[in-house]
């Protein structure tokens, strides 16, 4: 059998769909439909039913995947790491948001690099959950961290840490905000008091009056930076409020540069995820990395 068309056959099944198959292979979707037909004649079985929206694997088609995919991948790994001593290197790609990945995950990763001579060379980019996902899907990246469970079967997902949000502002304002008006009415207490966030939007903000005061924010951004590293540093110098992940913001709150505005029992929380394409934890470096972050993450809760 062709290993081609079956390492089409295998891209096709973890994508869901013939065009998006298409593009991560480098192939026209013509010609990748002609393989798959062309492997289901030799099977003399239906590998896939085609839909309205991609295609789903029947039967026959899954059981395959499950057999041919681990191998695959394995000979992938020998062709790009090569029939050498071992002593060259392999490259990680990393890609997530610029704040978690820069204070979170390159600082555990790091651990790896060189570690007995069988480390690797690591490569990150920052960029938005949208952004990571689909340099993720198209093979730009080995390993991303992002805030939303991916769909489909060409991405897998495992929860890496829970980051808690909190309500943070200069203690000069912390002076002059009435804190028990504040845990009646949000936003009588806090409109006069300056909103500094990453996006126009306020996401950060409006997640946090929905969860805690079932409210919208009352005023707009007045400074909005896109990085959540100068919004505490604009806090820090008395710019306004701000909604934060505590790790961001834990060593200010320990110095007195920052203080908590709220406490409320439930504090909001969101999930990071870490995704790789499906069945490329086979692949020695990227599993090792994947490993080591969950580790890590588990002294992060």
């Known amino acids: 059998m062709d290993l081609a068309l079956l390492r089409t056959f295998v891209t096709v099944h973890r994508a869901g769909s013939f065009t998006r198959a298409a593009a991560l292979l480098g192939l026209s979707q013509p010609a990748v439909t002609s393989q ?80 007995d001579g069988q480390g690797f060379a690591l490569r990150a980019s920052f960029g938005n959950a949208e952004e990571t996902l689909e340099g993720l899907a198209a093979g730009h990246h080995d390993l991303a961290i992002g805030t939303a469970r991916p769909r489909g079967a060409l991405l897998t997902a495992t929860a890496l840490c829970d980051e808690e949000h909190v309500l943070i502002t200069s203690p000069r304002w912390a002076e002059r905000i009435d804190t028990g008006r504040l845990r009646r009415d949000a936003a009588p207490a806090l409109e006069h008091v300056p909103v500094v966030e990453v996006h126009e939007s306020l996401p950060f903000v409006s997640r946090y009056w929905a969860s805690v005061f079932d409210s919208c924010p009352a005023a707009p951004g007045t400074v909005v930076v896109p990085d959540l590293r100068a919004v505490l540093a604009c806090v820090v110098m008395g710019a306004g409020l701000a909604v934060l992940p505590r790790y961001l913001c834990a060593h200010a709150l320990q110095s007195g540069d920052v203080v908590t505005l709220h406490d409320p029992a439930v504090p909001p929380l969101r999930t990071y995820f870490l995704v790789v394409r499906t069945g490329t934890l086979a692949m020695p470096h990227i599993a090792r990395a994947h490993e080591w972050l969950l580790r890590a993450a588990a002294e992060w809760n």
Do not use: C
């Open 36 to 115: 798959i037909r062309t492997l289901e004649r030799q099977l003399g079985r239906p590998l896939f039913l085609r839909q309205a929206r991609g295609v789903t694997p029947t039967t026959i088609g899954d059981e395959l995947a499950h057999k041919a995919a681990p191998h695959l991948d394995a000979l992938v790994e020998i062709t790009e790491t090569g029939l050498d001593d071992g002593s060259s290197l392999r490259t990680l790609h990393l890609a997530g948001p610029p704040e978690f990945t820069a204070e979170r995950a390159l600082p555990a990763l790091t651990g790896l690099i060189g570690e």
